[in-house]
Each structure stands twice: as C-alpha cells, then as structure tokens.
Nanobody, 129 residues
C-alpha cells in the first residue's frame, strides 16, 4: 500500500535550520518523483521543491533557491528537505507527495500540487522568535 509519512517539523527561530524527512513505502522510489509542498490557512498549497528519483534532477521554487536542498536515498526510501535560513513567513504545514515519473507532463509540472497522486499527512513547521 502506498504510504508517505513526513517527520522532522517543529519550532525553529528565524534564521535557523530544519530537516524534514519523507519516508515512503508501497512503491519503488526510483520510479517516482517526490515533491515538497507547504500550506498555511487561507492560502493555496505551494510547491517548494521536487526531486526526480529516476535521474536525480531537482527543482526549487524561486523563493527557496539557495536556502533549501532536496535529496533522496533510494535504498532507504527516504527523501529529505534541508531548510536553512528559515523565515517567519515560511511557517506552514509541509507535505510530501509522489507521482510516477511516467506521469510527469513537463518540467513546469514538478511544483504543481494537482500533478501529484499520493500525499502524506503533513508536518508542522513554525518559524518564530
């Protein structure tokens, strides 16, 4: 059964760092892309980063480039999101999601929530002093 479980969220001060983990089961990670998304109340879900585990290519929202790093461990079926220099406005619930590589329509789809088929329950990240 397909399952994605996020972990690693918590409270961090502005400028601090946090590493999120997405543990996947029920499918072969190397045939899937895994994306990280975030959402705050009253706003649309926003694509943050994505990794194509078939070829290792990565994608980032402009707002997080240079600060966030996505990586995958295909052997352990885990995808990480290292978040540095966190800002208060990045407080949100962070979700990981999966889509088969064969289902990717274009590079521009890699950060689009509707393109992803499987979702975790999310982990809360709070950036506050």
């Amino acid at each position: 059964q397909v399952q994605l479980v996020e972990s690693g969220g918590g409270l961090v001060q502005p400028g601090g760092s946090l590493r999120l983990s997405c543990a996947v089961s029920g499918f072969r990670l190397d045939y899937y892309a895994i994306g990280w998304f975030r959402q705050v109340p009253g706003k649309e879900r926003e694509g943050v980063s994505c990794i194509n585990n078939s070829d290792g290519s990565t994608y980032y929202a402009d707002s997080v480039k240079g600060r966030f790093t996505i990586s995958g461990d295909n052997a352990e079926n885990v995808v990480y999101l290292q978040m540095n220099s966190l800002k208060p406005e990045e407080t949100a619930i962070y979700y990981c999601a999966a889509v088969a590589v064969s289902g990717i329509t274009s590079r521009q789809a890699m950060l689009v929530p509707d393109e992803f088929d499987y979702w975790g329950q999310g982990t809360q990240v709070t950036v506050s002093a």
